[in-house]
C-alpha cells in the first residue's frame, strides 16, 4: 500500500453560494451571486462565466446576465460553519481553523481506531453532507502545504490524495502560483525569468531566487517546491486579530456614509473582543479601491483597550486621514481590525480607572443584546440598517 500522509485539508466548496443553494432548492444547478455591489461569493455555474470574488457586481451581471443576485446572510454562514466544525472535531481532536470555511486536520494517530487517511477523509465528506447539507473537498498529504495544493486541485466536492512517493511528481508541473506567496507581483517577476512551473522553480538557483525576490520570499518558494514543510497542525492557537469588512459597490460614498458603515464594524467586532475576554492595542482600517487594489492603515494605541468609545474613535482618525485618497481612488470595501492582542485579566489599569467605568457599560449592553437579540440596544446611526457585513476570517 502507498503509504499516505496524515494531513487533511478541507475547504467547502463557494461557501456562502452553497449554503444559499442548500437553502433554496430553487438555486440549484443556477449560476447564484452572492453580494449585489461586490461579489461576495460565487457558485461554480457562475465561476463558469467568468464571475470571481471581489469582482464589481455590475461586471459580473454583464458576464452572467441570467445569475441569481442574493442578499448575503451572516447568520446562515456562521451557522453553517459551526456545523461544519463540529463534524471536524468529531473526526480528530487536532484541528487547526485557518478560516470559516477551511481547516487543517491531523489524522496521523487514528490509523488503527479509524483507518488510513483517505478512509477518514472520504468519511469526513459524507458527514459534512450529511450533517450540514454542503460539498466539501478535501486534500491528503504529508504536509500542510501539499494537503491544501491538493484540495485545491481536487475542487469542486472531489478528494485527492498526494503518496509520499509521488509529491514532487504531483507538484512540479503545476503553476508557480500554486506555492503559498506566490501573488501576481511575484508570478511576473518569475514569468520575466522564465519560471512558469514549480519544477522550473525548483531546479533554480537559490540565490538566484534571492537576487529577484529577497532572501527570505527565495529561500521559502524554494523549499516549498521540493515539497518542504515542517509545519504542524496547532490547536489552541488564539487567533492574532479580530476584523471585519464590508463591501460597499462602486457608487460613491460620503463620509457620513462611510462612518455609519464604519460604526457599525467597530461595534461588532468590539464586541467580539470583549466575549472573548481580549483587549487590543492595534486598529488597523483596511481599503479596497475601484482598481482592486488594497492599502491598510493602522494606529497603536498607549495602552490596551475593548472599549468602544476608544476604538472607534481610533478608527475614525484612521478614515479621516485616508478620506483624499479614498475620493481619488473611489471606496469598494471598508474594513476593520483589531490585533496586538492579550487577555483582558493581564493588564495594568492606569489612574483615574476611566477604562474600567467605560467597560462596564459596554458590557451591560452586550448583555441586552445577548438576551433580546442585536437589535435591542442599537447606535442611532444604525437604526433600520441591514446586518450585511461581512464575516471574519474564522468562525467564532
Not at 518558494?221 to 469588512?245: C, K, N, W
Not at 483582558?344 to 443584546?369: G, K, W, Y
Request: hydrophobic fraction near 45%; charge should be positive; proline fraction near 5%.
Amino acid at each position: 500500500m502507498t503509504d499516505e500522509g496524515p494531513i487533511l485539508h478541507a475547504d467547502l466548496d463557494s461557501f456562502y453560494a452553497s449554503v444559499e443553494q442548500r437553502d433554496d432548492p430553487g438555486l440549484k444547478g443556477r449560476p447564484v451571486i452572492v453580494g449585489g455591489g461586490v461579489v461576495l461569493a460565487a457558485s461554480y455555474e457562475a465561476k463558469a462565466y467568468g464571475v470571481r470574488t471581489a469582482m464589481g457586481g455590475a461586471q459580473a451581471r454583464r458576464l452572467c446576465p441570467h445569475a441569481v443576485v442574493v442578499r448575503p446572510r451572516m447568520s446562515a454562514y456562521s451557522a453553517a460553519s459551526k456545523a461544519v466544525f463540529e463534524v471536524f472535531r468529531d473526526t480528530t481532536p487536532l484541528v487547526e481553523g485557518i478560516s470559516i470555511d477551511e481547516a487543517f486536520l491531523d489524522v496521523g494517530g487514528l490509523a488503527k481506531i479509524a483507518g488510513r487517511p483517505s478512509v477518514i477523509a472520504e468519511r469526513l465528506r459524507r458527514a459534512v453532507a450529511e450533517r450540514a447539507g454542503l460539498p466539501i473537498t478535501v486534500g491528503v498529504a504529508r504536509t500542510k502545504f501539499l494537503a491544501k495544493v491538493a484540495s485545491g486541485v481536487a475542487k469542486p466536492d472531489g478528494l485527492l490524495v498526494v503518496p509520499h512517493d509521488a509529491e514532487l511528481e504531483f507538484l512540479h508541473p503545476l503553476p508557480v502560483r500554486a506555492l503559498w506567496g506566490v501573488g501576481k507581483v511575484t508570478e511576473e517577476k518569475l514569468r520575466a525569468r522564465g519560471i512558469t512551473t514549480v519544477g522550473q522553480l525548483a531546479a533554480s538557483e537559490p540565490v538566484d531566487l534571492a537576487g529577484m525576490l529577497g532572501r527570505g520570499a527565495g529561500r521559502h518558494l524554494y523549499e516549498l517546491a521540493h515539497s518542504r514543510d515542517p509545519r504542524l497542525v496547532e490547536t489552541g492557537v488564539r487567533r492574532r486579530s479580530i476584523g471585519a469588512q464590508r463591501a460597499l459597490g462602486r457608487g460613491r460614498r460620503t463620509p457620513a456614509e462611510l462612518d455609519v458603515v464604519l460604526v457599525a464594524l467597530i461595534d461588532r467586532i468590539a464586541r467580539r473582543l470583549r466575549a472573548a475576554h481580549r483587549i487590543c492595542r492595534t486598529v488597523t482600517l483596511r481599503l479596497r479601491f475601484a482598481d482592486f487594489t488594497r492599502v491598510t492603515r493602522s494606529c497603536t494605541l498607549n495602552e490596551p483597550t475593548e472599549g468602544t468609545g476608544t476604538l472607534l474613535a481610533a478608527a475614525r482618525e484612521l478614515l479621516e486621514a485616508a478620506l483624499p485618497l479614498i475620493f481619488d481612488r473611489g471606496i469598494t470595501l471598508l474594513g476593520a481590525s483589531l490585533s496586538n492582542l492579550t487577555d483582558d485579566d493581564h493588564v495594568q489599569l492606569a489612574l483615574p480607572f476611566e477604562r474600567q467605568r467605560a467597560t462596564q457599560l459596554d458590557t451591560a449592553l452586550d448583555s441586552v443584546r445577548d438576551r433580546f437579540g442585536k437589535a435591542a440596544v442599537t447606535r442611532a446611526v444604525l437604526l433600520g440598517r441591514p446586518d450585511d457585513l461581512e464575516m471574519p476570517l474564522l468562525p467564532d
